[in-house]
């Protein structure tokens, strides 16, 4: 059986998706152990059309599963900055992240595209609904976002 994780926003929109725990187990891993994460949902500034959101319970400091090109809407990834740790000093902290594809992207940062672990993808909920609340969410701008493990 696979483990699913619930995303919920507070402005309205659900959604489940499955974790790839065949493609990134340790990336799955680290993530399911520190559910439920509540914080601020916030749309990409380099990236493209993701929404994303800062992870500050949840630190994995390896790229599994990666992706740069080839995210389709409903597919989520994590950013564990790994492109950092080759540019900056490593007294710099840079907040990990989720990613929510709702359209075309490349994900990046202010380095420019920096690669991420691909670790889930949505199977339920509208994909269309998903693209209203990331428009909503660049023009409106922050929202609590709670992601958690299926009951």
Known sequence: MVNQIQIEFEKGGKFVADM???EAPRTCKAIWDKLPVVSDAQHAQ???QIIFFFTPTIRFDD???PKL???YPGDITFNPHFLHKLHLTPALKIPQEVFITYGGCIPADFCGP???SHFARIVEGDLKELMDI???NRRE???KIT?????
């Open 114 to 116: 920096s690669p991420v």
């Open 63 to 65: 790229l599994e599963n």
């Open 46 to 48: 380099y990236s493209g």
């Open 134 to 136: 990331g428009i909503r």
């Open 69 to 71: 090109m080839g995210l």
């Open 20 to 22: 790839l725990e065949n």
């Open 141 to 143: 701008g922050f929202e």
């Open 147 to 151: 992601m958690k493990r299926k009951q």
